[in-house]
T-cell receptor
Framework: DTGVSQDPRHKITKRGQNVTFRCDPI?????LYWYRQTLGQGPEFLTY????????KSRLLSDRFSAERPKGSFSTLEIQRTEQGDSAMYLC???????????????FGAGSRLTVL | GENVEQHPSTLSVQEGDSAVIKCTYS??????FPWYKQELGKRPQLIID?????GEKKDQRIAVTLNKTAKHFSLHITETQPEDSAVYFC?????????????FGTGTRLQVTL
């Protein structure tokens, strides 16, 4: 386990299609985060999990977006009925929960770049 | 929720000079302040972080200072080198509630010229 893995790295889709991204966090990390980054901007928080529980969702996240972490390990982010405005880099990060050494330090994956035509 | 502002948006320095990037945050519950470096097309990578019980931290040519009262923190890079050219993001995070996620600034594009 050398880090956070994301798949696919690139996805091109037509408007209206559904897409799903997968994130495999660092194995001992119990927190998993999804962020979205557009060109020239900082990562924007979407949602995060502690183990399998989804603890927070951004108000910016429309109901076309859904994320799961069914067994507390990998996570998926699905976007339904994609729109051109969904084009962005979707970053996953993981960390230990607070209270332990190294907690709060987020390690990011390489991201999944989505292009909606 | 937390709001992090970052300045400047772009910074150009000559090799060997120092660079300073400043951030302010709004949520007094935030207690962890990392800085990430992102090179073009790559993932953000942690370069240094500071917790609220510390006022300053240094790691070789990089230092971060924190003023909790004023709610601002800064990144200092000394003796800049061309490989320091990248986008730098500050961020803030707390432990509980809505502060428990990392909120990023908008980034500073640093260019180190020869």
């Amino acid at each position: 386990d050398t880090g956070v893995s994301q798949d696919p790295r690139h996805k091109i889709t037509k408007r209206g299609q559904n897409v799903t991204f997968r994130c495999d966090p660092i194995s001992e990390h119990n927190r998993l985060y999804w962020y979205r980054q557009t060109l020239g901007q900082g990562p924007e928080f979407l949602t995060y999990f502690q183990n399998e529980a989804q603890l927070e969702k951004s108000r910016l996240l429309s109901d076309r977006f859904s994320a799961e972490r069914p067994k507390g390990s990998f996570s998926t982010l699905e976007i339904q009925r994609t729109e051109q405005g969904d084009s962005a880099m979707y970053l996953c990060a993981s960390s230990l929960a607070g209270g332990r050494s190294g907690a709060n330090v987020l390690t990011f994956g390489a991201g999944s770049r989505l292009t909606v035509l | 929720g937390e709001n992090v502002e970052q300045h400047p948006s772009t910074l150009s320095v000559q090799e060997g000079d120092s660079a300073v990037i400043k951030c302010t945050y709004s949520d007094s519950a935030s207690n962890y302040f990392p800085w990430y470096k992102q090179e073009l097309g790559k993932r953000p990578q942690l370069i240094i972080d500071i917790r609220s019980n510390v006022g300053e931290k240094k790691d070789q040519r990089i230092a971060v200072t924190l003023n909790k009262t004023a709610k601002h923190f800064s990144l200092h890079i000394t003796e800049t080198q061309p490989e320091d050219s990248a986008v730098y993001f500050c961020a803030a995070k707390g432990d509980t509630g809505t502060a428990s996620k990392l909120t990023f600034g908008t980034g500073t594009r640093l260019q180190v010229t020869l």
